[in-house]
């Protein structure tokens, strides 16, 4: 069975663009979060969306939001992309949002490079 | 005050040794992860941990509650097990949002 997938695997923008990247949970899974890693940092929380609503956002400005399809894959959208918005975008799905259910399982991630 | 402290920040041994590292958390959680992650960015989920103590293979995680602390011990290390480890807190409730430590940087040298 697949894990999580992800994409673009690499992607470089420019400063006011736009970005889109996408990630196809474990199936069965029904719960995507997102999380930007800055290099040398640990993971920070972007956004948490179980059955295509969103039940967690982070201290992320508007500039990044995200959506959940029917079939429960996701995707992350940053608009007007910043140096600093270059990162490491992960990507996790679990089955649930609590307990046993929670266990996260993670993408191979999408490295954005804003220039 | 992160959140979540983890320690060593670096920890370089030689093969065979037996390594700990410390993960310690202020807020109250309802499970801990251990996680894994290797050059080039891909994490890998070691254990989830709401008490007690958990094995697989050379890899033991522990936590302790009432302390708001967890340890997490690999056994005769290997080259192999060079990575960053991340320890990263669920607070509970309706939203599963991880809160991590910055990780622990391990090389182990043959």
């Known amino acids: 069975d697949a894990g999580v997938t992800q994409s673009p695997t690499h992607l470089i923008k420019t400063r006011g663009q736009q970005v889109t990247l996408r990630c196809s949970p474990i199936?069965?899974?029904?719960?995507v979060s997102w999380y930007q890693q800055v290099l040398g940092q640990g993971p920070q929380f972007i956004f948490q969306y179980y059955e295509k609503e969103e039940r967690g956002r982070g201290n992320f400005p508007d500039r990044f939001s995200a959506r959940q399809f029917p079939n429960y894959s996701s995707e992350l959208n940053v608009n007007a992309l910043l140096l600093g918005d270059s990162a490491l975008y992960l990507c996790a799905s679990s089955w649930g949002v609590s307990g046993s259910g929670g266990e996260q399982y993670f993408g191979p991630g999408t490295r954005l490079t804003v220039t | 005050k992160n959140e979540v402290e983890q320690s060593p920040q670096n920890l370089t041994a030689q093969e065979g040794e037996f390594i700990t590292i410390n993960c310690s958390y202020s807020?109250?959680?309802?499970?801990l992860h251990w996680l894994q992650q290797h050059p080039g960015g891909g994490i890998v989920s070691l254990f989830m941990l709401s008490s007690g103590k958990k094995k697989h293979g050379r890899l033991i995680a522990t936590i302790n509650i009432q302390e708001k602390h967890s340890s997490l011990h690999i056994t005769a290390s290997h080259p192999r097990d060079s990575a960053v480890y991340i320890c990263a807190v669920n607070s509970g409730g309706s939203n599963y949002k991880l809160t991590f430590g910055k990780g622990t940087l391990l090389t182990v040298n043959p």
């Open positions: 807020v109250g959680i309802s499970a």
């Open positions: 199936s069965g899974h029904k719960s």
